[in-house]
């Protein structure tokens, strides 16, 4: 089984054991490969079924990050091979890492993340899964995806759709990084402790007196952590909520006017328009089209919708030049297919959206 992440257990009072899984990958910010994908999925499925197993608490080695995000350099030579070709490369990671997130939505039994440090793209799914979202005042949130020409995926079309007001568009389109307070105000975190708590908690968790009954130790761990927990600053996106809303509103032509004409000497705002203007606009249309999907879909249907963006994009979006810029040649200047959003076709973005499959051949057609 791969080194890049490992599986042990706490044992606890109550004779119980709590399952612990480590990423493993601390120079590579703990990113996500495939390999690291299927060994999670094994095992979280061994211990869903293991009696012994009480509850799962997921970390990343290090300090710096949980989890920064999937290693696409695999698709992005596969993409670069055959252009214009859905790959069976891609098709098997988003059709694993999906599984994986979905799995941990579902769990049943309490699963923890310890999202200190840097969280984003596919360690936010990791995250956004868990049961008991823990933040701490190193985490830095985020959703860059528009820097490398995809969108925010791995259940973004589900989460962040239920965001405040239109918080969820704004963190896609603007690559905004969140800290603990805006992680709490959005629901991506809902715990708060001290960075240097870690071992504390893995230490009142052996304590715990856990059960039988999933939902008494959902119970339990909520209040251990309520117990735990320390005081929050007020969430900078909170505060300007309002002008957050105006910004976004209108379609993505209007919305990137918007942010184009504005002007402020204000940081966060300023590198919010920043990471807007740079990136993709495939990417920026692809998140509009998210944000229509609204809240009617399952989760199950928005897994089945991203798989198939997500294998498109990788073929006939930006995504190939995204990753080239910034983490092949790291140049940091994407020469993207189109140079505006209003260049970019309709057509084009109806047909990344058209799935690949029909629904009987669909590789996620088994969720819910």
């Known amino acids: 089984m791969t080194q890049d992440v490992l599986f042990t257990s706490l044992a606890t009072m109550s004779g119980k054991r709590i399952g612990l899984v480590t990423l493993n990958l601390e120079k590579a910010l703990n990113a996500l490969n495939l390999e690291m994908v299927h060994a999670m999925t094994e095992q979280l499925l061994a211990w869903q079924q293991d009696d012994s197993i009480a509850c799962i608490m997921l970390d990343g080695s290090g300090t710096k990050a949980f989890c920064a995000g999937g290693d696409v350099r695999a698709l992005y030579q596969a993409a670069k091979d055959t252009p214009g070709v859905v790959t069976p490369q891609a098709c098997e990671f988003f059709t694993s890492e999906y599984r994986l997130d979905y799995l941990l939505h579902t769990y049943g039994k309490p699963v923890l993340v310890w999202g200190a440090g840097i969280v984003m793209g596919g360690g936010l799914g990791l995250m956004a899964g868990a049961s008991h979202r823990v933040v701490t005042d190193t985490s830095r949130i985020a959703m860059p995806e528009v820097t490398i020409g995809l969108y925010p995926d791995v259940g973004g079309s589900y989460f962040l759709n239920r965001m405040p007001g239109k918080t969820g568009l704004f963190l896609g389109l603007t690559a905004y990084n969140l800290d603990a307070a805006d992680a709490l105000y959005v629901g991506l975190g809902n715990h708060h402790l001290g960075s240097d708590a870690k071992q504390a908690l893995l230490d009142a968790m052996s304590g715990v007196g856990w059960d039988d009954n999933q939902q008494l130790n959902h119970t339990k761990l909520s209040a251990l952590l309520e117990a735990l927990s320390q005081p929050v600053g007020d969430s900078r ?3 300007h909520q ?9 379609d993505i032509v209007a919305i990137v006017q918007r942010m184009t004409e504005l002007e402020t000497d204000v940081s966060w705002l300023s590198k919010a328009r920043a990471g807007l203007l740079a990136g993709s606009p495939i990417s920026l249309h ?10 009617e879909l399952s989760l199950a249907q928005v897994f089945r919708w991203e798989l198939g963006v997500s294998v498109n994009t990788c073929a006939k979006g930006d995504f190939r030049e995204g990753v080239r ?6 140049d940091r200047t994407p020469k993207w297919h189109y140079a505006s959003v209003a260049a970019v076709p309709a057509e084009l973005i109806a047909e990344l959206q058209q799935s690949p499959w029909d629904d009987n051949q669909h590789p996620l057609k088994a969720l819910g």
């Not at 692809?286 to 809240?295: C, D, E, H, N, S």
């Not at 810029?325 to 790291?330: E, N, Q, T, Y």
Request: net charge neutral; hydrophobic share 55%.
């Open 237 to 239: 996106l909170q505060r």
């Open 286 to 295: 692809l998140m509009a089209a998210q944000a229509r999907l609204g809240t």
């Open 242 to 250: 309002a002008q957050i809303d105006e910004l976004m509103s209108g």
């Open 325 to 330: 810029a910034l983490l092949i040649d790291k």
